[in-house]
């Protein structure tokens, strides 16, 4: 078998995505999620001007060797743009393999480890009353673990928290320049245990809750946040440091025994070397899409795996449902599975990406169809063309850009 063409597109039903769409020879095609938020032509020309035109005439099957073509051949490694180019590579190979199988792709990956996936969902409020709600609106919906965000007193704007206008919200897109947000540390530390407190006391303690610091804290910051939230319990305290400085997570592990998880952000098995061998994480949450594929995060979850680290990917909205069903299939298949992240698309992307995942009773499934599951619909695809969008920034009250 041959591949005999690949094709890049940008559609943007609400938001962008980009999808690598690889056929072969046999006219079996497989779709890859290369969608980075807020760069996404970066990786579409990436794809299309230095990748594609080397994909022709390859052997679809040999993925593992494609992948360290396009990895240790290109010289330049890493990088979230090189590294979502090459997942979507990766995963739509996987898509083709799994389909001339005639099976769904985590029968390729081991088969289940387990009959279904628990999902958290997003509960945000500008304040306790707004968020108490949101809480009743997802257990509503089925979710059996929930991430809590909440506005600050004196800020305007946090990220992951919706204003009545839908600006300032965890979806801030069709923006020609960035939204600016703001910022207090010292005040967001005053305020979310007194969140954590209010939840508890509304709704138990044995609902799983989860909180993103988003990348925010110093060390020290990041350290009282975990203890400050012990008494609650939360299921984790997710990027509290910027970890570029895997280091810097050794002195939040040792002063708190709250659960920490991390990497959205990273893309390379190396950004996690020091966190995973010295356990100074618990849940490493790279998405397929910007870790380079399905190949490198098996490898990731192997390696967590030694240290009893969980595997629990990003699913955000800007993870297409291309990303999103590579990932369930695999957290199907490992057996150190933690939880995933879901909030749905909308459904103007769901008519683009038809998709046999399910939802139900706060359980994901990929579903039984070969290969991954989902479909790309070109027609509806055009429909909706590429808009620049830009994702927030965040400045301090003497307007200095802070980490978001
Ligand atoms: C999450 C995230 C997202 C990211 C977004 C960036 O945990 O879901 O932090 O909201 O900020 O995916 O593109
Ligand atoms: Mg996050």
């Known amino acids: 078998m041959k591949i005999t063409d690949a094709t890049v597109s940008v559609t943007c039903p609400g938001r962008n995505f980009v999808t690598l769409r690889i056929t072969t020879d046999e006219g079996v095609t497989g779709l890859g999620d290369a969608t980075l938020n807020g760069r996404e032509l ?86 306790l009353p707004e968020l108490l709600d949101s809480v009743r609106a997802r257990l509503a919906q089925g979710y059996r673990a929930i991430r809590v965000q909440s506005g600050v007193p004196g800020l305007r704007a946090v990220y992951g928290v919706h204003a009545p206008d839908g600006s300032g919200s965890t979806v801030p897109h069709q923006q020609d320049r960035p939204l600016v947000e703001d910022w207090d540390t010292d005040a967001y530390l005053r305020h979310i245990p007194a969140v954590f407190e209010a939840v508890r006391a509304e709704f138990g303690a044995e609902l799983p809750l989860l909180h993103d610091a988003h990348h925010r804290l110093t060390p020290v910051q990041a350290a009282r946040l975990g203890k400050d939230l012990e008494p609650y319990r939360p299921f984790w305290l997710e990027d509290c440091t910027p970890a570029e400085n895997q280091e810097a997570l050794r002195l939040v592990r040792r002063a708190t025994t709250t659960p920490l998880a991390i990497g959205e952000v990273f893309n390379s098995v190396f950004d996690y070397q020091t966190l995973i061998t010295e356990q100074l994480v618990d849940h490493v949450r790279s998405s397929v899409t910007h870790f380079g594929g399905l190949t490198p995060l098996r490898k990731l979850f192997d390696l967590a795996a030694l240290y009893q680290i969980k595997g629990s990917t990003h699913g955000p909205e800007d993870i297409s449902p291309v990303g999103l069903a590579a990932a369930l299939h695999l957290e199907l298949a490992v057996h150190n599975f933690g939880i995933q992240e879901y909030t749905g698309h909308s459904a103007p992307t769901r008519e683009v990406f038809p998709a046999a995942y399910t939802f139900e009773d706060g359980f994901l499934h990929p579903g039984e169809e070969p290969g991954l599951g989902v479909a790309y619909d070109e027609a509806a695809a055009a429909r909706h063309p590429y808009r620049r969008s830009y994702l927030p920034v965040n400045r301090l009250a003497d307007g200095s850009v802070h980490d978001w």
């Open 42 to 127: 970066a990786v579409a020309s990436y794809l299309a001007d230095h990748v594609v035109p080397l994909l022709a005439g390859r052997d679809p099957h040999r993925i593992e060797d494609t992948w360290q073509y396009l990895h240790r051949g290109a010289y330049w490694r890493r990088g979230p743009v090189t590294m979502a180019a090459i997942a979507a590579v990766d995963v739509a190979l996987w898509d083709i393999k799994a389909k001339v199988a005639g099976l769904p792709l985590y029968q390729l990956l081991g088969g289940a480890s387990r009959d279904r996936l628990t999902a958290y969902g997003h509960a945000d409020g500008r304040d």
